[in-house]
């Protein structure tokens, strides 16, 4: 059974950092392209960040780009993003999601909140 | 890049009612267009994928039609499980997504 799981979610300043991981189970991971994406309170879906499965295609929103970093541990089963110079506005729930051959978003992680408030 | 627009925003339906929902992209996608459900506080699952592929396990009473700019997500008969928001999103270039189809009940 597939199996995602974010983690690392949680309160911080504006300006600050914050690192969510995403623990993947039921697949090889190194076989799979993966994505990040949020949402925020009562608004809709918002893709953030790609990465391809041996990590050498990498994407990222207009909204994020300079700001987050994409990565992956294919040895340790997880998924990273590294988001820095935080701001309220990224404030929201982060969806980690396999990607399928084709680019559509098969299976979902429950979700991690964070919250950017001073 | 590429814009998707839903409509309607919020849709009140009954128990076995048919319910349309439409997604626009503002330039062609072809086919690269998937519908997500998503209930609250849960995760957005896949319906269909392609424009008209169900996802396995999906019940056949949703469709999916279109290609180009103007797609469609039909519910046949709407049931209980089926209160909630659903979103399209393209994937021909990048992903966007849709700003959402809220079900509820009439």
């Not at chain 1, 039921?26 to 790609?50: D, I």
């Not at chain 2, 896949?46 to 008209?52: D, G, K, N």
Request: charged share 15%.
């Amino acid at each position: 059974e597939v199996q995602l799981v974010e983690s690392g979610g949680g309160l911080v300043q504006p300006g600050g950092s914050l690192r969510l991981s995403c623990s993947a189970s039921g697949f090889t991971l190194s076989s799979y392209s993966m994505n990040w994406v949020r949402q925020a309170p009562g608004k809709g879906l918002e893709w953030v960040s790609y990465i391809s499965g041996s990590s050498s295609t990498i994407y990222y929103a207009d909204s994020v780009k300079g700001r987050f970093t994409i990565s992956r541990d294919n040895a340790k089963n997880s998924l990273y993003l590294q988001m820095n110079s935080l701001r309220a506005e990224d404030t929201a729930v982060y969806y980690c999601a396999r990607g399928s051959t084709v680019t559509y978003f098969e299976y979902w992680g429950q979700g991690t909140l964070v919250t950017v408030s001073s | 890049d590429i814009q998707m627009t839903q409509s309607p925003s919020t849709l009140s339906a009954s128990l076995g009612d048919r319910v349309t929902i439409t997604c626009r992209a503002s330039q062609s996608i072809s086919s690269w267009l998937a519908w997500y459900q998503q209930k609250v506080g849960k995760a957005p699952k896949l319906l269909i994928y392609e424009a008209s592929n169900l996802e396995s396990g999906v019940p056949s009473r949703f469709s999916g039609s279109g290609s180009g700019t103007e797609f469609t997500l039909t519910i046949s008969s709407l049931q209980p499980d089926d209160f909630a928001t659903y979103y399209c999103q393209q994937y021909k270039s990048l992903w966007t997504f849709g700003q959402g189809t809220k079900v509820e009940i009439k």
